[in-house]
């Protein structure tokens, strides 16, 4: 089983430990909003996602809200 400390993996993010592109950056910090409970806004990070990547935040939305998809094969 995986583990991640989103404080730990933010707090590295945010003094230059994590060096990342703009996408990479706001996709972490939106999953660490989504998954650990870390404030995050919206507003800031959403803007200037690609299709996937909105795609991709959609569903983990969906997912974190108990909507998963019928054919996951995940049951």
Do not use: Q
């Not at 990070?45 to 939305?61: F, S």
């Amino acid at each position: 089983m995986a583990a991640i400390d989103w404080d730990a993996a933010i707090t590295a993010l945010n003094s230059g430990g994590l060096p990342c592109s703009g996408g990479e950056r706001r996709i972490l910090l939106l999953s660490a909003g989504l998954a650990g409970g870390t404030p995050v806004s919206l507003r800031d990070n959403v803007t200037g996602l690609d299709d996937r990547n909105t795609a991709l935040l959609i569903t983990a939305i969906r997912h974190a809200a108990g909507k998963r998809p019928e054919n996951s094969g995940h049951e």
